[in-house]
């Protein structure tokens, strides 16, 4: 069965502090992982997508990993800042023929400062 | 340039009544879909199309239809509006495997 695993479920950090979330999944055949932004009230926004051959990808303060031989990635954030305050999601896409993508459930996370 | 618009941002139904959830996107996507998020659970994709004229069932198709008649629209129908439907509908849309963009979601109440 396709399945997203994330960790934690939640997290509080203070402002400034890095943090990282983890993902493991078993999607089968693995196309690519991406990394998404979700904003209280707002739609996902992507933050990186990663092909088999990829192990690192960054985007400003936002850093993920990608393992595809344990199948699991992490997305680190640097310095964090009170906007980053949201979920983030990770997505991994089945090479169906179709683009199906499998979504975790999110680790919601909380820069107080 | 918009991106994914969705319309409307929120909406209550009572049990029985039916509604159109719109899409549009300006990105010339062949890809499109719809998704819904219920709290604490994945969003899980309810039907996609992969151009005009073509759609298909996903994995929560039951209570809803959508139709693809151009490149840009891809409306979501509910026909008899039920609590479990009850949810935060997403819609995005791709290039084949690229990059997904997605709406700012509609708020649907059905009470």
């Known amino acids: 069965k396709n399945q997203v695993e994330q960790s934690p479920q939640s997290l509080i950090i203070l402002e400034g502090k890095n943090c990282t979330l983890q993902?493991?999944?078993?999607?089968?055949?693995?196309?690519?992982l991406r990394w998404y932004k979700q904003d209280t009230g707002r739609g996902p926004v992507s933050l990186t997508i990663?092909?088999?051959?990829?192990n690192t990808k960054s985007n400003g303060r936002y850093t993920a990993t990608l393992d595809a031989d344990t199948k699991q990635s992490s997305l680190h954030i640097t310095a964090s800042q009170l906007s980053d305050s949201a979920s983030y999601i990770c997505?991994?896409?089945?090479?169906?023929?179709?683009?199906?993508?499998?979504f975790g459930t999110g680790t919601r996370l909380l820069v107080s400062p | 340039n918009a991106g994914v618009t969705q319309t409307p941002k929120f909406r209550i139904l009572k049990i029985g009544q039916s509604m159109t959830l719109q899409c549009t996107q300006d990105?010339?996507?062949?890809?499109m879909y719809w998704y819904r998020q219920d709290p604490g659970m994945g969003l899980k994709l309810i039907y996609y199309?992969?151009?005009?004229?073509?759609?298909d069932k996903g994995e929560v198709p039951n209570g809803y239809n959508v139709s693809r008649s151009t490149t840009e629209d891809f409306p979501l129908r509910l026909e008899l509006a039920a609590p479990s439907q009850t949810s935060v509908y997403f819609c995005?849309?791709?290039?084949?495997?690229?990059?997904?963009?997605f709406g700012q979601g509609t708020r649907l109440t059905v009470v």
């Open positions: 997505v991994v896409s089945a090479n169906t023929g179709f683009q199906k993508l499998v």
């Open positions: 990105m010339n996507h062949n890809y």
């Open positions: 990663m092909t088999f051959s990829e």
């Open positions: 995005a849309s791709s290039y084949s495997t690229g990059e997904a963009f």
């Open positions: 993902c493991n999944y078993t999607v089968s055949p693995f196309s690519n």
């Open positions: 199309s992969v151009g005009a004229g073509i759609t």
